[in-house]
């Protein structure tokens, strides 16, 4: 049921690829916030929907049994994880770690084809040079350090039909982590008539793939690539702070600047009180938004975690993937694919309509 799990099962709907998808959460569909594609999608006579905590062996064990009469399933796309960052290692270590070994042994003792693992580009070391799959690995989130020890662990297991995939930042309708905290909190400067500025640069790479582009690639990976191949997502925007912020421009009617890296490296010598405070002039105006605009309950925050405010340079070569055959449909971000993916919250009453 989460951001990239809903834009999978309608992929697989509307191009009709699958005669038997089951998705498996503790969320139900009726309390996840889907928007009418989604929610439509998970009515589709293939679909079934299954509640089951997949941290526990009993949980991940009903996940894989086939009901009465059918015959097993074929792939796995383990989509399941921790994916808010600033967690305990604990989190990390049952939620992502944890799960993924789980859901792998399940896969080898149930004879699947295909295990589609998906891991994340922060993996590698940041670097304005594009990171290819061969690429220095050095992980700069708690998230991506767990998801590495995923990845090994599972290389490590006999019999495991293992493919891996690392996407940029995920982003489109019923993302909350991606680039949603940007856009909320351009919102927020909206909102307090202010000139938005970020730490660092323009330049700063934060390169990204939109979640469409994500499922098509999932798919074809899980049709076309070798056991024991491993890939990236990236599309062709080479995406940065200052070409996000060109986009928030013009939607919401604000200026945008940076800090640079005078006051950010000064700001980087006490960042735990700087993220605080960045944080407590958004949180409130963003509170107030909501209320003005009848939201008592949203998922969306502009709450930004201190592991995602130093200078890491996310930049991502996710061309490899097009040799499957594979095209990038949304290779720029743009303003209209933003405006988008805040309709998706506006028609759900969970972002204002400003």
Same mark, same amino acid.
Request: a negative charge; proline letters at 7%.
């Given at each position: 049921m989460g951001f990239i799990g809903r834009n999978m099962v309608q992929y697989l709907v509307e191009n009709d690829l699958a005669n038997k998808i089951r998705a498996v959460d503790k969320v139900l569909p009726s309390t996840a916030n889907l928007g009418s594609g989604h929610a439509e999608a998970f009515n589709a006579a293939n679909v079934e929907f299954m509640q089951a905590n997949l941290t526990s062996d009993a949980g991940m064990k009903k996940a894989y049994a086939p009901a009465e009469g059918e015959s097993k399933f074929e792939i796995v796309f383990n989509l399941a994880a921790e994916t808010k960052y600033g967690q305990t290692e604990e989190v990390y270590s049952e939620k992502v770690l944890g799960l993924s070994k789980k859901a792998a042994t399940q896969a080898i003792e149930s004879g699947v084809t295909k295990f589609v693992e998906a891991s994340t580009a922060q993996v590698y070391s940041e670097g304005k040079k594009p990171s290819g799959v061969d690429s220095k690995i050095s992980p700069w989130t708690n998230l991506a350090k767990y998801k590495l020890q995923a990845e090994n662990e599972l290389k490590g297991m006999s019999g495991l039909p293992l493919i891996i995939v690392r996407p940029a930042i995920v982003y489109g309708p019923g993302d909350v982590a991606g680039v949603s905290p940007r856009v909320i909190t351009a919102a927020v400067y909206k909102h307090l008539k202010e000139k938005m500025k970020f730490? !660092? +640069?323009g330049d700063l790479k934060l390169n990204t793939v939109h979640v469409r582009d994500c499922c098509e690639a999932f798919w074809v990976i899980s049709q076309k690539a070798d056991i024991g191949t491993v890939w990236n997502l990236a599309d062709k925007? =080479?995406?940065? &702070? $200052?070409? @996000?912020?060109? %986009? #928030? $421009?013009? %939607?919401?009617? @604000?200026?945008?600047?940076?800090?640079? /890296?005078? @006051? /950010? &490296?000064?700001?980087?010598l006490k960042l735990k009180m700087v993220t605080? $405070? @960045?944080? =407590?002039?958004? #949180?409130?105006? !963003? +509170? =107030?938004?909501?209320? $003005?605009n009848n939201i008592?309950?949203?998922?969306?925050?502009?709450y930004i975690d201190q592991e995602l405010l130093y200078n890491n340079s996310l930049s991502v070569d996710g061309s490899a993937v097009e040799s499957l055959g594979f095209t990038y449909k949304h290779p720029q971000m743009t303003e209209e694919l933003i405006r988008e993916q805040i309709k998706y919250y506006v028609d759900q009453n969970l972002f204002p309509q400003i």
């Open positions: 730490l !660092w +640069s925007n =080479d995406t940065n &702070q $200052e070409k @996000i912020n060109k %986009i #928030l $421009e013009p %939607i919401f009617g @604000i200026k945008t600047g940076f800090f640079g /890296s005078m @006051i /950010s &490296q000064a700001a980087k605080e $405070e @960045i944080n =407590d002039k958004h #949180l409130k105006p !963003w +509170s =107030d938004l909501c209320k $003005e008592l309950n949203t998922p969306l925050t502009p």
